[in-house]
C-alpha cells in the first residue's frame, strides 16, 4: 500500500506560478513511477508528468517547456513546478504512483488548481 498526499494548489492569476508536492507513505526511490494527473469538470483525467525510479521524464505537450517534475530527496516528495499558467490549466490535480511488482496503481486526493483572473 502507499499512501500519497499532495498539496500546493490554489489560485494563481495567468502567467503566474504554483508548486504541487506529492508525499509518499514509502521511499520514492522505491515506486516505480510516479506523476501527476489531472482532470478538468466534464474531461477525463490526463497524464501531465511522470518521473520514473530511473529519473525519466515524461510530459503532455501542452505543458512542455512550462511544467517540471521532480524528486526531493530530502523531503520524499515528488514535485511539480507549473509556470506560465494558463487558464486552460485549471484542473483537479492528483498524484499517481505505480508501485511493486505488479505496478499497482494509487492515487491521492487531489488538489485544485484555478487559473484565473
Known amino acids: 500500500q502507499v499512501q500519497l498526499v499532495e498539496s500546493g494548489g490554489g489560485l494563481v492569476q495567468p502567467g503566474g506560478s504554483l508548486r504541487l508536492s506529492c508525499a509518499a507513505s514509502?521511499?520514492?526511490?522505491?515506486?516505480?513511477?510516479m506523476g501527476w494527473y489531472r482532470q478538468a469538470p466534464g474531461k477525463q483525467r490526463d497524464m501531465v508528468a511522470i518521473?520514473?525510479?530511473?529519473?525519466?521524464?515524461n510530459y503532455a505537450e501542452s505543458v512542455k517547456g512550462r511544467f517540471t517534475i521532480s524528486r526531493d530527496n530530502a523531503k520524499n516528495t515528488v514535485d511539480l513546478q507549473m509556470n506560465s499558467l494558463k487558464p486552460e490549466d485549471t484542473a483537479v490535480y492528483y498524484c499517481?504512483?505505480?508501485?511493486?511488482?505488479?505496478?499497482?496503481?494509487?492515487w491521492g486526493q487531489g488538489t485544485q488548481v484555478t487559473v484565473s483572473s
Open positions: 514509502v521511499s520514492i526511490f522505491s515506486i516505480n513511477a
Open positions: 518521473i520514473t525510479s530511473g529519473g525519466t521524464t
Open positions: 499517481n504512483a505505480r508501485y511493486g511488482t505488479g505496478w499497482s496503481t494509487y
